[in-house]
């Protein structure tokens, strides 16, 4: 097991409506990707990054640390057989994480965090998932596009 360490901040671009329900509740659904349940963010602000997720909004999320243990809690109430994991998605080369954490080269602009989730018995069903971790408000915000600034 490598040593690893959040990003001091996370990003997660998307439609206004989905990020304030993610601040006010801490509310995210889990997607089905590579056999797991997945739930991303980027590690970069970026300008091009809200036209490549069609976004008006990005959630800023400051303690990543308490961020990653609540998500982890809540996943464990939710999905108690499931093992979860979060680090950060490589690209153009498997990742030591697995296939859940490989994307390729063209996608490397997103420098994504990802956490997964991998069912311990085969035969649990992969369908979207939704948590609520409460609200982040003490630890995160939300920026509009058009608070980009080149400083």
């Known amino acids: 097991m490598h040593d690893y360490q959040r990003p001091p901040t996370l990003y997660r671009y998307g439609v206004r409506e989905d990020l304030e329900l993610a ?7 889990l997607r089905p990707a590579a056999n ?9 602000w970026d300008p091009k990054l809200f036209e490549l997720f069609s976004s008006d909004a990005c959630l800023i999320i400051h303690n990543t640390e308490e961020f990653g243990e609540r998500v982890h809690r809540a996943v464990q109430r939710t ?14 080369t498997r990742a ?18 990802q956490f997964a989730w991998r069912a ?10 939704l948590i609520k971790i409460g609200s982040l408000e003490n630890f995160a915000e939300l920026r509009s596009k058009d608070a980009y600034s080149h400083n």
């Open 23 to 29: 601040l006010s509740q801490g509310q995210f659904i």
């Open 36 to 44: 797991c349940l997945t739930l991303s963010f980027s590690q970069a």
């Open 79 to 92: 999905l108690p057989s499931w093992a979860g994991i979060d680090g950060a998605i490589e690209y153009g």
């Open 96 to 113: 030591a994480l697995g296939a859940a954490f490989t994307k390729t080269v063209a996608e490397a602009q997103e420098q994504e965090w």
């Open 120 to 129: 311990m018995q085969a035969q649990l069903s992969l369908n979207p998932v």
